[in-house]
Structure formats: C-alpha cells, structure tokens
C-alpha cells in the first residue's frame, strides 16, 4: 500500500510537472504576454499596432482616465434637465453635445481593447467580460443613434414636435 501510495504521488508530481511545463511553453510562445497569439484573426503579438493597444490598456492612466469620464458621465446625466417639446436650456445644450465627446472617449476605449484583447473567440477576449459587455453594448447603442440620426438628417427626415431624434423615428 504504501509502494501505491508512493507510485501515485511520483504520478501526480510529474503530471504537475508536465502541465506546468505546457504553461510555460505557452507563455514562451507568446513573448511571456499572457495575451492570445491573434486578435481579430489577424493581428499578431508582433504587430505595432496591435502593441500600441495592449501597452495603451494595460497603462494604469488610462484605466484612471476612463473611470473618471465615466464618472463625468454620470454627473453629466445627473445634472441635465428634461423639458417637454422642444424646450431647452443653455446647460441642457452643452450637455448635449458633451454627450458626443463622451461617445468618443467610450468609442476609443472599446475599439483599443478589441484590438489588444481580441473579441471574442478565447478565453481573455473582450466581450468575455461582464463589465466590458456592458460597455460595448452603450457603445453600440450610442453609436447606433448617432448613425440613424445623421442618416435621417440627410435624408431631410425630422423627428416629429416634442420628441429627440433617437434613432428610431
């Protein structure tokens, strides 16, 4: 019993072994970044561009920035006032067009960490996380409407008395 005991602890040692080499192998293959080899099925570890991203996202400043125009964000939906029809105020005009300086700031982040994590198909990958989810879908949302809106001002198409654009008039 003890000559098993002894067998199967020498097995799981070397299994230890062999999964902890396979780790290190692959961390090797990538230049020791934990990040996937391709992102976007195109883009390598070795691509400029795609170096840029990772070293902008993973920039403690950078996660600082975007918390702090978030939190902008917030105060920003806080302090602006409806008003019925069309009725506005200076601030609520402001406001406004605030709204679309942080629909670029929100636009930039997402795509960077499409670029540098990759979208979908592994496991680090973007859209793999909860609050990253969260922010492609306002992102989405945002950029949606913007388009909609731009396409029915070309169009000559204007939202209808009392109500914003939105998109989907």
Known sequence: QSSRRQDRL??????????????????????GNPRPARSLL???????????????????????????????????LAVYLPMPEEDSNNTNSNLESLEYIFLIIFSIECFLKIVAYGFLFHADAYLRNC??????????????????DAINHLSGVEAPVGEKGGGLT
Do not use: H, Y
């Not at 020498?10 to 230049?31: D, P, V, Y």
């Not at 070293?55 to 978030?70: C, D, G, H, T, Y």
């Not at 879908?137 to 950029?143: A, D, I, N, R």
């Open 131 to 148: 609050w990253n989810i969260l922010d492609f879908v306002c992102v989405s949302v945002g950029l949606f409407t913007v388009a909609v």
């Open 42 to 76: 195109f883009l390598t570890l070795r691509n400029p561009f795609r170096k840029a991203c990772i070293s902008i996202v993973e920039w403690k400043p950078f996660e600082i920035i975007i918390l702090l125009a978030i939190f902008a964000n917030c105060v920003a």
């Open 10 to 31: 020498i097995s799981e040692t070397e299994t230890l072994k062999r999964k902890q080499k396979e780790k290190l192998k692959k961390l090797m293959a990538t230049g």
